[in-house]
């Protein structure tokens, strides 16, 4: 039988190893994920928010990122970080979550770069209205990282006008209500399809059309597209958030340690997003694929299928955000 004395020193000891491990949910444990390839700008600034988090908190809190999807579809990830089984994330708004995020999709809120950093900038309208939504969902927004403006890429065309997609017979796949009624709005048929599904479905003519930024077309849909409009209908936003349960944990100069990593990060990669997306469009090019650049008369006319179907959008999204809209896009 052993002493009282050697069990108790057994028991200090096995409480000092379990004192030392690192708590559940530690620093050391986190995780975030994204939907980029590893070798774009979208994760490369990921990566650097990854670096300047363990360089300003000296090592205290050390993330591991993960490129393409490889943490699950992109709203498993944000169904994970609202629930904490994942502490981060560089992802899409997802409104199954709750259809106020639809805001965030709503078609025309930008035509151009020096509009959507307006909109989406961490002092933008759009981001300050849809910041206390992500609060009530669990989730800390720290900033947005710019994926470009979405064009119309088909392989039937070219397409110019929007009465060119009747013309050639075009079905646009849709991802969400607000592109939905939009391409509706022009008498279009549409075709709901997730995204792990769409480049079959373009290859096999289930749809003929999708709207995307410029690098999701080129990485994900080059070999499987034809002609690509720069219609502008969509400035894109990905969110780079965090568990608001776990932030709220961090002390308050931890706290400023992140979201001054975000800042910085976001504002390096942001920095850079125009050009990249320029870049993009020639690697369409290069690639065999047509790029339709608009003018300002023309993009105005599918402009205006978008301002007619945002009535319909507001029965979506509510008549207070839908007012919200009109009021700062009319600034």
């Given at each position: 039988?052993?002493?009282?004395?050697?069990?108790?020193?057994?028991?200090?000891?096995?409480?000092?190893?379990?004192?030392?491990?690192?708590?559940?949910?530690?620093?050391?444990?986190?995780?975030?994920?994204?939907?980029?390839?590893?070798?774009?700008?979208?994760?490369?600034?990921?990566?650097?928010?990854?670096?300047?988090v363990?360089?300003?908190t000296?090592?205290?809190?050390?993330?591991?990122?993960?490129?393409?999807?490889?943490?699950?579809?992109y709203?498993?990830?944000?169904?994970?970080?609202?629930r904490?089984?994942?502490?981060?994330?560089?992802?899409?708004?997802s409104?199954?979550?709750?259809?106020?995020?639809?805001?965030?999709?709503?078609?025309?809120l930008?035509?151009?770069?020096?509009?959507?950093?307006?909109?989406?900038?961490?002092?933008?309208?759009?981001f300050?209205?849809?910041?206390?939504?992500?609060?009530?969902?669990?989730?800390?927004p720290?900033?947005?990282?710019?994926?470009?403006?979405?064009?119309?890429?088909s392989t039937k065309?070219?397409?110019?006008?929007?009465?060119?997609?009747?013309?050639?017979?075009?079905k646009?796949?849709?991802?969400n209500?607000?592109?939905?009624?939009?391409?509706?709005?022009?008498?279009?048929?549409?075709?709901?399809?997730?995204?792990?599904?769409l480049?079959?479905?373009?290859?096999?003519?289930?749809?003929?059309?999708?709207?995307?930024?410029?690098?999701?077309?080129?990485?994900h849909?080059?070999?499987?597209?034809?002609?690509?409009?720069?219609?502008?209908?969509?400035?894109?936003?990905?969110?780079?958030?965090?568990?608001?349960?776990?932030?709220d944990?961090?002390?308050?100069?931890?706290?400023?340690?992140?979201?001054?990593?975000?800042?910085?990060?976001?504002?390096?990669?942001?920095?850079?997003?125009?050009?990249?997306?320029k870049?993009?469009?020639?690697?369409?090019?290069?690639?065999?694929?047509?790029?339709?650049?608009?003018?300002?008369?023309?993009?105005?006319?599918?402009k205006?299928?978008?301002?007619?179907?945002?009535d319909?959008?507001?029965?979506?999204?509510?008549?207070?955000?839908m007012?919200?809209?009109?009021?700062?896009?009319?600034?």
């Amino acid at each position: 039988m052993k002493s009282k004395k050697s069990v108790f020193t057994a028991l200090v000891s096995v409480l000092f190893i379990l004192l030392s491990l690192p708590a559940t949910g530690s620093a050391r444990n986190w995780k975030t994920g994204g939907v980029a390839n590893p070798d774009t700008l979208e994760h490369r600034t990921l990566e650097k928010w990854v670096r300047l988090v363990k360089e300003k908190t000296n090592g205290e809190i050390v993330i591991d990122a993960f490129p393409s999807e490889q943490l699950g579809p992109y709203r498993d990830m944000f169904d994970n970080v609202v629930r904490g089984v994942q502490e981060s994330g560089l992802l899409p708004l997802s409104p199954e979550f709750d259809k106020r995020l639809q805001v965030g999709y709503t078609v025309f809120l930008a035509e151009n770069w020096d509009q959507g950093r307006k909109v989406w900038s961490s002092e933008g309208w759009m981001f300050n209205l849809l910041k206390p939504i992500f609060n009530e969902l669990g989730v800390q927004p720290l900033g947005v990282f710019f994926m470009g403006l979405d064009g119309f890429a088909s392989t039937k065309g070219p397409v110019v006008l929007p009465s060119d997609i009747r013309k050639f017979g075009i079905k646009v796949r849709t991802w969400n209500p607000a592109d939905r009624l939009f391409f509706q709005e022009m008498g279009a048929q549409t075709v709901d399809i997730a995204f792990s599904e769409l480049f079959t479905s373009l290859q096999t003519g289930v749809v003929h059309a999708q709207d995307n930024a410029p690098l999701i077309t080129y990485e994900h849909l080059r070999d499987v597209t034809k002609f690509y409009t720069d219609v502008n209908l969509l400035f894109e936003p990905v969110v780079l958030m965090i568990n608001k349960e776990l932030w709220d944990k961090q002390s308050p100069a931890v706290q400023k340690a992140i979201q001054d990593a975000a800042t910085e990060a976001l504002a390096w990669g942001n920095g850079q997003a125009e050009s990249v997306e320029k870049e993009y469009f020639k690697k369409m090019e290069d690639s065999g694929i047509q790029v339709i650049h608009l003018t300002d008369e023309q993009r105005a006319q599918w402009k205006e299928y978008g301002i007619k179907s945002w009535d319909k959008f507001e029965e979506i999204i509510g008549k207070k955000a839908m007012d919200q809209i009109r009021m700062n896009i009319q600034k």
